[in-house]
């Protein structure tokens, strides 16, 4: 079975500073894929950025990266020079070759960023 | 850019209610999720569904049942409603399930609330 564990509840940063929101997975399968959704305070869900098992180059995309250890099997979402509006909760998934229907999230790591 | 509208936004019930929340995309995607968040446990999937007429058992399905009646409609049904089903309802389309690498695109989530 897959899953997705995200520790960290809440974090809170100093606006302009980088963070890391740590997540770990479990799966049996050789491919599988990686994302990281972001949610805002109105509610709204969107995706930022994707991780292929077999790509060995850490994504990015804008501010946003990963950092992908794959015998650890972790993925550490980076936002560099964080801003006031990326305060919001974001959430790790996890898509396999297995079971490439169903994409399975982590419980979310809440992000404050203050002035 | 990928439109997911859900209705109602807000819903209020009694134990033992009736309740249909519906899922309308309008971007010919094959794939449509119900999932349900709490805090601690992130998003949860209830049923999914590839195409008209399909329905595929997600990973907490009791006490829902599902209907999808056109590639544009999906429904989330709870015929007797428990207390221990207020949450915050979202669904989600993507564009095909032969990859793992899509993503997915959200509505803007239903709350429901059982008294």
């Known amino acids: 079975a897959q899953k997705v564990t995200q520790t960290q509840t809440s974090i809170s940063v100093m606006e302009k500073t980088t963070v890391t929101m740590d997540c770990v997975y479990e799966?049996?399968?050789?491919?599988?894929?990686l994302f990281w959704y972001k949610q805002t305070a109105s509610g709204e869900i969107v995706f930022l950025i994707r991780?292929?098992?077999?790509?060995?180059e850490n994504a990015t995309v804008g501010h946003y990266s990963l950092n992908f250890q794959k015998p650890k099997s972790s993925i550490g979402l980076i936002i560099t020079a964080t801003q006031i509006e990326d305060s919001a909760v974001y959430f790790c998934?996890?898509?396999?070759?297995?079971?490439?229907?169903?994409?399975?999230f982590g419980q979310g790591t809440s992000l404050s960023v203050v002035p | 850019e990928a439109a997911v509208t859900q209705s109602p936004r807000n819903k209020v019930t009694v134990t033992g209610g009736n309740v249909t929340l519906s899922c309308r995309q309008t971007n010919s995607h094959n794939y449509m999720y119900w999932y349900r968040q709490d805090t601690g446990h992130g998003l949860r999937l209830i049923h999914y569904s590839y195409g008209a007429g399909n329905l595929q058992i997600g990973d907490v399905p009791d006490g829902y049942k599902a209907t999808r009646t056109t590639q544009e409609d999906f429904f989330l049904l709870l015929e007797l409603a428990s207390p221990s089903q207020t949450s915050l309802y979202f669904c989600a389309s993507s564009v095909a399930g032969t990859t793992s690498a899509e993503t997915l695109y959200f509505g803007s989530g239903t709350r429901l609330t059982v008294l």
């Open positions: 799966t049996q399968d050789s491919s599988y894929f």
């Open positions: 991780q292929d098992s077999y790509k060995k």
């Open positions: 998934a996890m898509r396999t070759s297995s079971s490439f229907s169903k994409l399975v």
